[in-house]
């Protein structure tokens, strides 16, 4: 072999070699917006270091970070402020003071989000700015969002002056200490949990939680020494048996405890499938039952163990709005068993006492949105009778009849919901169809509302009167 | 090959190696968070130089870097391998890798999502990773996959604007064909609305998405990036509809946000109906950062009712304000007594040194004056306890607090153990110390039978009870459980018993246990006429059945207790079971107390279904007045009958 044929390869190892040696913390490869912005830090840089690049900036005035505002949110925005001198984020947040008002739900999400980027960054920046500025914000006006980032920043400045901001912050903002000992839950968990019983708290940080539930002796101890505030405890042991579980609640004496282990209990049965257990706990439930965890656990059982679920409602007579609920979420994955669900004794109770039909509605609705073919042929088949019960509340699962059948079919019920107009609008503008579907309806109310609806949604006012019109002919009553 | 070609060759072969390896994706970093010396709780070290920590937006950026620097099949492989439970310092990174494998494969990440919640609830950020580009790519199976995770309807205006990014056109055709998602489509329609604004407006104007929640961010973000369709848009919308009525709303809103001194320059010029379009985006401003003149003239040149709007959003605004703020508000000159005190009852984050101030004004206030009372307290005794107790016994002793607050203020300190009670009580003049003892005696009592209840039950008159008990029961009626309400029942007197029945919120369960102690009291004799008239009438009404309710007020001895509470009972049944209830008035005498009001009730439940029979039952009324009356009442209602539409 000529040696000239293999200096090429020398070359391709030596350039590999070197190529490798080269790597750095710049070359990660970029995400979509990190070419507007110099590279991150590495995690060793100190303060001072940080503030030295700052002639880097990337955006000049709070116009321009507003504009950046895309998929990736607060993060994007974080990300643009890399560089950006300390004095200047904290003049930015400052102009957030007092914030908008303007009540359209996006637009405040941005200028919070935007708020929490600032916040964050001067965090890390300069501590001691975001001090001062934290005590200027009006009371009510500090948001979860960016108070995490504020409270961390302050823990990790880690001097005297931080901590007085601190103990400030935490006695005008009880959710300052939940941060705080969420923080130190994951350096110091003994001192979380001094910090934890210190205040009057059901939240447990997430480390705190973990720890203790990898001790369950200690677990015991806590709940026997704190009566009243065991349930982060038994939180923290949510993934014990139910009769694991069971054996810890029995100690139990203070109503709060035994009042928050109803639900716990409740999703421990759940997971087993017990259905028995179940059904009294469930019986039991307080009338305002705990963070909504009931319907995790109605959802857990529905998914996992949908046999063990129609039992429960088989056996639920005495409290149609929960029944309602769970039923709701059964028809979406379990449509037939649902259906003969809706003729049970348990379902008579329903229909009577007023558990709340907008439970069973919007899991059809969404049923139908997600499998139109599925839930119209569910609907199809139902006994006419259960078939004039559920279509007023779920006019959703006619939406891909043709005309005629939807006609007929949403038509002759009682109206419960804006919208159904709008909709047979958009499968005829004749009048005369329109017209004996509005009178269809036996309700006086139902029509008005009806008519009032095509009113708002006709392209011209005076086909809209001769459809009222129209309607009360077919009534025949007398012109008001 | 030719040895001139030698050099060239291996200069190329070099670069393509540099390249290559320099770009070659580094392993994921797993540590993301620097480990942190163990700080104590009270005392933090002070100066030392630590490491930045980059704060939790920070984390993300990093973990979603790191992330980014690995293929799909390592992130399917990094989450495939992930048991449960989840430690929370790598939630971040985790998160971040789930991101970048559902970017390429949601279906797959979704289904793995689905085995994960078999063990372990998905916090809300995991299913939005999976279902946005899930949504991006197929909306229907978004939906789908959404049920299982009992996804809740609000999140579905993220997967729209997923969806739009793909298919503006169509993702809007399925908002307005299923209505339950038109409202969310604000964010999808704005999508479309960048990318096209002449075929987004001309979708707008030409169909029938009228909804009027949507419409309102819709013309918001018209106006702001399409200003110029902004007419046609408008002129599209019937007039008098709730969708160009809320066009016109949001449209006030950004002119009012864009130039809020114009706008009020502008207010007074304008109709009546503009003004109140504009009203509450200027009231809105003009509290949150208008100064106290400028507010105290606007309200002066309002109308009643807009000045009772308005003054509705500068109460909601107190409660948000700073101190200096919140005072120079509050002290704002042309407000009546009531409108002041309405504005102090959301003052209560005042500090305890305007204590007297808070208390004069909040005498004007509303029904919420109690809460404010309390949480004015309850939240300086947190904050300065000190200060907030030395002003609490000079009001106590000025007769500003009264016995009821003190009360309240115990019941909540002691259920959220605070350590500042005992010391608060102490720090009362001594005079004042009972209320506050006899709510600590019910709490004792509630959750131990045998605790000593004297310092309740020792409270000189009925209307201090009352009023210890209402601050223990009204405010958390649902914490006490049944078992725990009978017991402290049953341990009182019988007299107080009775009139605790009256004040304590009772339910059907707690019924078992305190009929046989009424029953008792009234053969006994043992209370008031008014205690046990008042009891019987409570207790028959926790009793959801009619009839069963009916059959034991006639287990019940005779008298006024049992013959007051009848008539409530059988007007229940009457309404709910007509038959029954004929049944039952037909087997009592007819000399039975109250009957011409039962025979009423009855008659009113059925004249519309039996004209006849009412007729029949209203001819038995002893009352000759009250029988014309109730007879004229069949009469119109068969009138009425016989002329309403068929």
């Known amino acids: 072999m000529k040696l000239s044929h293999v200096i090429p390869f020398f070359g391709l190892a030596a350039g590999a070699a070197t190529g490798w040696l080269s790597r750095g913390e710049d070359t ?50 974080y990300e643009q402020l890399e560089g950006v001198p300390a004095a200047q984020l904290a003049e930015w947040l400052e102009e957030y003071l007092p914030p908008d008002v303007r009540s359209y739900k996006v637009e405040r999400r941005v200028r919070e989000g935007i708020c929490q980027a600032l916040v964050e960054r001067l965090s890390e920046s300069d501590p001691a700015a975001l001090a001062a500025w934290l005590r200027k914000v009006p009371h009510g006006y500090l948001d979860y969002g960016w108070m995490v980032g504020a409270v961390e920043g302050l823990l990790n400045q880690n001097s005297a002056d931080s901590a007085g901001v601190l103990a400030k912050l935490e006695a005008t903002h009880p959710i300052a200490g939940r941060i705080k000992a969420e923080w130190l839950a994951k350096r110091d968990p003994d001192a979380a949990l001094q910090l934890f019983v210190s205040r009057q708290d059901l939240t447990m940080p997430d480390g705190l939680k973990a720890w203790l539930a990898g001790d369950p002796a200690r677990a015991k101890q806590f709940a026997k020494d704190h009566p009243g505030r065991a349930y982060p405890v038994m939180a923290a042991l949510g993934d014990r048996s139910l009769s694991e579980l069971q054996a810890f609640v029995a100690d139990l004496k203070d109503p709060a405890d035994l009042r928050y282990a109803q639900p716990l209990l409740l999703m421990a049965a759940a997971k087993e499938g017990n259905a028995a257990v179940f059904v009294d706990l469930f019986s039991r439930l307080g009338v305002n039952p705990i963070y909504n965890s009931h319907d995790d656990a109605m959802l857990h059982l529905v998914r996992h163990h949908p046999e063990a679920a129609q039992t429960v409602l088989h056996n639920l007579e005495n409290r149609p709005a929960l029944w309602g609920r769970m039923l709701g979420m059964l028809a979406v994955t379990q449509p037939e068993q649902a259906a003969a669900l809706l003729t049970s004794p348990s379902a008579a109770e329903f229909w009577k006492t007023g558990g709340n039909p907008h439970d069973i509605m919007r899991s059809l609705n969404l049923w139908a949105a997600s499998e139109p073919a599925a839930a119209q042929s569910w609907l199809l088949a139902l006994p006419e009778e259960l078939r004039s019960k559920v279509v007023p509340l779920a006019w959703e699962m006619a939406a891909d009849l043709p005309n005629d059948d939807w006609f007929s079919l949403t038509g002759g019920s009682r109206l419960s919901g804006r919208g159904l107009a709008r909709q047979a609008l958009q499968r005829s503008t004749d009048p005369e169809v329109l017209a004996a579907w509005c009178a269809s309806f036996p309700d006086r109310n139902s029509r008005e509302l009806l008519l009032r609806e095509l009113r708002e949604n006709m392209k011209t006012p005076q086909a809209a009167e001769n459809i009222a019109a129209r309607v009360k002919e077919i009534r025949k009553t007398p012109p008001p | 090959m030719k040895p001139a070609l ?251 946000d864009r130039d809020p001194a114009a706008a009020l320059t502008k207010f007074t010029s304008l109709s009546e109906k503009e003004r109140l379009r504009m009203l509450q985006p200027l009231a809105e401003q003009l509290a949150a950062r208008g100064k106290p003149s400028e507010i105290a003239s606007f309200l002066a040149g309002l109308k009643e009712n807009e000045r009772h709007y308005a003054l509705n959003q500068l109460r909601d605004q107190i409660s948000y304000a700073g101190p200096e703020r919140m005072l120079s508000l509050l002290r704002m000159p042309g407000l ?62 000025g007769g500003e607090v ?106 059907e369960e707690d019924f078992a246990a305190l009929a046989p102690a009424v029953a008792e009291a009234i053969r006994s004799n043992s209370a008031s006429v008014e205690s046990m ?94 029988r014309r009356g109730v007879l004229d009442l069949i009469r119109i209602q068969s009138e009425r009958t016989a002329t309403a539409p068929k």
Not at chain 2, 417 to 444: F, K, N, W, Y
Not at chain 2, 609 to 619: F, K, L, V
Request: glycine share 6%; hydrophobic share 45%; aromatic share 6%.
């Open chain 2, 6 to 256: 030698t050099p060239v060759l291996t200069a190329i072969a070099f670069a393509a190696g540099f390249f290559l390896l320099r770009q070659w994706p580094e392993k994921p970093h797993v540590d993301l968070v620097p480990v942190q010396q163990p700080a104590s709780v009270q005392n933090l070290p002070t100066g030392s130089a630590l490491p930045v920590i980059r704060s939790p937006l920070g984390r993300r950026v990093e973990a979603r870097k790191q992330a980014a620097g690995m293929s799909i099949s390592e992130a399917r492989a990094i989450m495939e391998k992930l048991v449960p439970p989840l430690s929370p310092d790598k939630a971040a990174w985790y998160l971040a890798v789930l991101e970048r494998w559902a970017s390429a494969e949601p279906e797959a990440a979704t289904a793995w999502l689905r085995r994960w919640s078999a063990n372990e609830k998905p916090a809300p950020e995991w299913v939005s990773a999976v279902l946005t580009p899930l949504a991006a790519k197929d909306l229907r199976s978004a939906l789908t996959a959404s049920r299982f995770f009992g996804w809740r309807w609000t999140s579905s205006a993220s997967w729209l604007q997923a969806a739009a990014t793909k298919d503006p056109a169509g993702t809007m055709a399925f908002a307005e064909k299923y209505s339950q998602f038109s409202r969310e489509a604000g964010p999808a329609f704005r999508v479309w609305l960048q990318r096209d604004p002449a075929a987004a407006c001309k979708w707008l104007i030409d169909g029938s998405f009228r909804d009027s929640s949507a419409m309102r961010e819709i013309i918001a973000d018209i106006a702001f990036i399409a200003p110029d369709r902004l007419a046609a848009v408008m002129a599209a919308l019937p007039e008098g509809s709730s969708a160009r009525d809320a066009a016109l709303t949001s449209l006030a809103a950004c002119e009012v």
């Open chain 2, 533 to 626: 008239k008042a009891a019987v009438d409570t207790l028959s009404k926790t009793i959801t059945d009619p009839s069963t309710a009916l059959q034991w007020l006639d287990s019940l001895p005779e008298g006024p207790a049992r013959d007051s509470a009848r008539p409530g009972v059988f007007g229940r049944l009457a309404y709910k079971d007509p038959e029954s209830a004929s049944a039952w008035l037909n087997s009592q005498p007819v000399t039975i107390e109250g009957r011409d009001n039962m025979v009423e009730m009855l008659v009113r439940s059925i004249a519309g279904s039996d004209p006849e029979g009412a007729t029949e039952w209203a001819s038995s009324i002893r009352n000759e007045d009250k």
């Open chain 1, 28 to 77: 990660a490869v970029p995400t979509a917006k990190q070419s507007k912005s110099s590279a991150v830090a590495s995690a060793g840089e100190t303060n001072h270091s940080r503030k030295a690049a700052s002639s880097a900036a990337a955006v000049s005035n709070l116009k321009e970070l507003r504009a950046l505002w895309g998929d990736d949110g607060a993060a994007g925005i």
């Open chain 2, 336 to 397: 009546t007594e009531a409108e002041s005190g309405s504005l102090f009852e959301n003052a209560y984050a005042l500090g305890p040194q305007y204590a007297a101030e808070f208390m004069a004004g909040i005498k004007h206030g509303g029904s919420s004056s109690a809460n404010s009372i309390l949480n004015f307290w309850a939240g300086n005794l947190a904050r300065q306890p000190e200060e907030t107790m030395t002003a609490l016994r000079s009001m106590v002793s």
């Open chain 2, 402 to 507: 009264d016995r009821s607050s003190l009360m309240a203020l115990t019941h909540l300190l002691n259920k959220s153990g605070s350590e500042v009670l005992g010391r608060m009580i102490e720090a009362l003049p001594e005079t004042h110390r009972a209320g506050p003892q006899a709510v600590l005696a019910l709490h004792g009592a509630l959750t131990n039978p045998e605790a000593d209840l004297s310092a309740f039950t020792g409270l000189p008159d009925t209307a201090a009870r009352r009023e210890a008990l209402n601050s223990v029961f009204s405010t958390q009626d649902s914490f006490w459980e049944s078992a725990q309400r009978t017991a402290l029942l049953l341990h009182l007197p019988a007299e107080q018993r009775l009139e605790a029945v009256q004040t304590v919120p009772l339910r």
